[in-house]
Structures are given as structure tokens and as C-alpha cells.
Nanobody, 124 residues
Framework: EVQLQASGGGLVQVGGSLRLSCTASGSNFDDYAIGWVRQAPGKEREGVSCMDWSDGTTVYSDSVKGRFTISSDGAKKTVYLQMNNLKPEDTADYFC?????????????????WGQGTQVTVSS
């Protein structure tokens, strides 16, 4: 089983940037995928980005493509989400999540493990 710890949220102005971190621990997760999901108040959960840990393949939702970048540091077992050019509609709780099935789940943002959320607020 994988444990996930997210951090890095905060308050930022429109057009600003934030970097979220997700540190994983527990079982060997070389075949896992790690990604980010967000949920805004009153809205459904939305898959944002995912990375296949085994080969670094990534996927993004259309709403963040070109603005957000997912990356990893294997030595630190950490996945990052660099968020640039933030918009008010990016305001949400962001959760990091893990998928045992690797890319097959990653590309459709389907996850088995969840970390706690970190709040991102973009003010206009």
C-alpha cells in the first residue's frame, strides 16, 4: 500500500504560480502512477494530471494543459505539480492520488490511493 502526503497549496493572485508536492511512502510503487485530482466547492472531482512512475509518461486535462507541469524526483519519491498562469477557476482542493495499474489507470485519472488535500485559492 502507498501512503501519499500532499503539500504546497496557498493563496495566489491571478497569473501567479504555485508548486504542489506529493511525497509517497510504503510499498514499492515502481509500477504505479501518481497524479493530481482537484475538487472545487460545489463541483465534481476533476482529474488534473498524472504520471506513470515507471517511464515518466504524463497526461493532462484540457483545462490545465500548457499551464501545469507534472514532474518527479525519484530519489525523494516525490511528484510535483507546477502550476503557472493560475486562474480563478483553478481554485480547489488538490489531492494527490496513486494507481496500482500504472498507465492504464493514469490516462483516465482512475486511482486506488488518496492523500489528503491541499487548498489552492486564486484571487482576482
Amino acid at each position: 500500500e502507498v501512503q501519499l502526503q500532499a503539500s504546497g497549496g496557498g493563496l495566489v493572485q491571478v497569473g501567479g504560480s504555485l508548486r504542489l508536492s506529493c511525497t509517497a511512502s510504503g510499498s514499492n510503487f515502481d509500477d504505479y502512477a501518481i497524479g493530481w485530482v482537484r475538487q472545487a466547492p460545489g463541483k465534481e472531482r476533476e482529474g488534473v494530471s498524472c504520471m506513470d512512475w515507471s517511464d515518466g509518461t504524463t497526461v493532462y486535462s484540457d483545462s490545465v494543459k500548457g499551464r501545469f507541469t507534472i514532474s518527479s524526483d525519484g530519489a525523494k519519491k516525490t511528484v510535483y505539480l507546477q502550476m503557472n498562469n493560475l486562474k480563478p477557476e483553478d481554485t480547489a482542493d488538490y489531492f494527490c492520488a496513486g494507481a496500482r495499474g500504472g498507465w492504464g489507470q493514469c490516462e483516465t485519472f482512475q486511482y486506488d490511493y488518496w492523500g489528503q488535500g491541499t487548498q489552492v485559492t486564486v484571487s482576482s
